[in-house]
């Protein structure tokens, strides 16, 4: 058993073909069979004006076939910050009191986009997005360039020797 952290240093598939997964939350076990790159899918926000936000924008531009698993990188493409969001309701990358944002400038600190890095399975899991404009002017429009990796599966009956730990959701502790 391995956990998949997204600290790769260059964006490769994260496993090879023959090897298992789990996917959360389901945590069901899975075999790749396939991997293909996926090439850079532009997702149109519409125009934003200086200082606000778009509205929240269901990814289904991301969706995959049965027994299909994303591996995704994104990069906004305007002068936005963008707030992601896996389920709907659930926002990535918060803290306590705050939440991050990843905005062009994301790519000076983290020039292989691994903290964009996000996971969906078939048509579930969804990826919703929205953007701020953090500029001085209207865009017209707000791009955000999505690219990837596909893997095709095959559902495992029993639990694997060995797998690796693959997260499609914000993980959120309950609390008391």
């Avoid at 600290?7 to 396939?34: D, G, Q």
């Avoid at 969706?63 to 896996?86: C, S």
Wanted: hydrophobic share 40%; net charge positive.
């Amino acid at each position: 058993m391995s956990a998949r952290l997204p600290f790769a240093t260059y964006f490769e598939p994260a496993v090879k073909p023959r090897e298992n997964v789990r996917l959360y939350p389901s945590k069901k076990f899975y075999t790749v069979i396939y991997i293909e790159p996926l090439q850079p899918i532009i997702i149109n926000l519409g125009s934003v004006a200086s200082d606000k936000e778009t509205s929240l924008h269901e990814c289904t531009e991301l969706d995959l076939k049965q027994l299909e698993l994303g591996q995704w990188r994104f990069l906004p493409l305007a002068d936005v910050e963008i707030t992601l969001k896996q389920p709907r309701a659930t926002e990535r990358g918060t803290t306590k009191t705050s939440s991050t944002k990843i905005s062009p400038y994301s790519i000076v600190l983290d020039p292989h986009l691994r903290s964009t890095e996000v996971w969906t399975f078939e048509d579930e899991n969804r990826v919703y997005i929205s953007a701020k404009n953090i500029s001085q002017y209207t865009i017209n429009p707000v791009r955000v360039l999505f690219f990837g990796w596909k893997y095709l599966l095959d559902e495992l009956k029993e639990t694997p020797a060995k797998w690796t730990d693959i997260f499609v959701a914000t993980l959120v502790r309950a609390t008391k």
